[in-house]
């Protein structure tokens, strides 16, 4: 079957898993940061590599790594996947202010000339302007300017908690998603990540602009952040795609799961997705999202303990509803059109 799609790593965010429990999403961000602080080139090399293989025993084949360690971390990054044979696309992040130092760029051209950097080292590349409480409106609009210029993948965090809203309209007198609809960075090539609180007027926004909602259902509920609005989304008919996230889950089954369960939950119904749609979320949607035309597929193991006594009709539906990723047995050398 085709392999999935992981359109949001912070690979790095690995390490954290058990460390920072406790507290709520700003307490987390900062033991976060102190992790972010101690990686090194080497450390990412032989981290990330470690973490790609994880991802590819789980069935993702592709990764979307939204990468704010630094340019040299950024090319150890892209050594890593090409060692564990995962397709990577590098999402290089612009960051304007807060985080650390590490993270930020003096201007929004020095950060176009890291990009400009990473693709001639060779690197399938995405542009990241952080959020909007890393970017102001002037790099937001260069950035955008530039993704359709040059016709790149934009991701962006927006909508993932209150705060940050709360922020954007102190500052801007919009929501976060208004904002990047105002400055450009809103079309069919960009991928809002979480939307966690987006409201009426924003998905309208969405669902006009052609734009991907990348949900992350393990790391929001790790993190605390909320509910996607699932059923208000899917009425919409916004694309979806899913991501790993932080990382503290890495099994693209539970994360499909987790979206249905959501949907269920705020609705009442059963079955509000379909398996058939899970699967484009978890591949097809995913590959939009990150640009990719192609990438390998996986083999499922239906003698699998989990799958006894399913009958061959049900097992897709089966492998959404009650399977782990060790159902995966490996990626095959077919590659996967989309």
Known sequence: ??????????????????????GDFWAWREVMLA??????????????????EEMLAAGYTAVGEFHYLGFVEALAAAEAAAGAGIELVLLHVAYARGGLPRFRQE????????????????LRIGVAPHSVRACPADWLEEIGR????????????????????????????CRPIELLARTGCLTERTTVVHATHAEG????????????VCACPTTEADLGDGFLPAERIRSRAIPLCIGSDSNVRIDPFEELRELEGIARRQTGRRGVFSTDELYAFGRDVGARSLGLSTWPEIAIDLGH?????????????????????????????ADRDV
Do not use: W
């Open 1 to 22: 079957m085709p392999g999935f799609v992981n359109a949001h790593s912070h690979t790095f965010q690995r390490s954290l898993r058990g460390r920072a429990a406790g």
């Open 35 to 52: 992790e972010a602080e101690r990686q090194t080139p080497e450390l990412v090399r032989d981290a990330y590599r470690l973490g790609y």
């Open 107 to 122: 201007s929004v051209a020095e950060f176009i000339g890291q990009v400009e950097g990473l693709r001639d080292a060779g």
């Open 146 to 173: 530039y993704a359709r210029e040059h016709e790149l993948p934009l991701h962006v965090h927006a909508d993932e908690q209150p705060k940050e809203i709360e922020d954007c309209l102190a500052e801007h007198g």
């Open 201 to 212: 007027v924003e998905l309208d926004l969405l669902a006009s602009s052609g734009a991907v």
């Open 305 to 333: 303990r989990s799958l006894r006594d399913v009958d061959a009709e049900h097992v897709p539906a089966a492998l959404v509803a009650g399977c782990g990723s060790d159902v995966v047995v490996g990626m095959t050398t």
